[in-house]
């Protein structure tokens, strides 16, 4: 094995490693998330803008927009600087 292979061997594995992690991280049930207002990172929004400027996941253009969410753990969208939706705060 050639130099390139080997540091191409030694990236899928790593690839692979994190892959298998992320795999098992177990996400928190639906009940346990809350909808969490701009905190999302550009294109790691969770639905539709607020504003209705897109109507799917992944579009948002720029980090932390108040009008992208993103679901969080309960209790801690506030602790990260976001808003909840008027809905959540009953």
Do not use: F
């Not at 540091?7 to 594995?13: C, F, H, N, T, V």
């Not at 209705?52 to 801690?76: F, I, Q, R």
């Amino acid at each position: 094995m050639n130099k390139r292979q080997a540091m191409i061997a030694a990236a899928l594995a790593g690839v692979c490693a994190a892959a298998t992690v992320s795999a098992h991280t177990p996400d928190p049930a639906k009940g346990e998330q809350e909808k969490c207002y701009g905190v999302a990172k550009a294109g790691q929004n969770d639905c539709a803008s607020a504003t209705g400027s897109h109507s799917c996941s992944g579009e948002a253009t720029v980090d932390n927009d108040p009008a992208e969410w993103k679901y969080v753990a309960k209790g801690t969208c506030e602790k990260a600087g976001g808003k909840l939706p008027q809905e959540d705060k009953k």
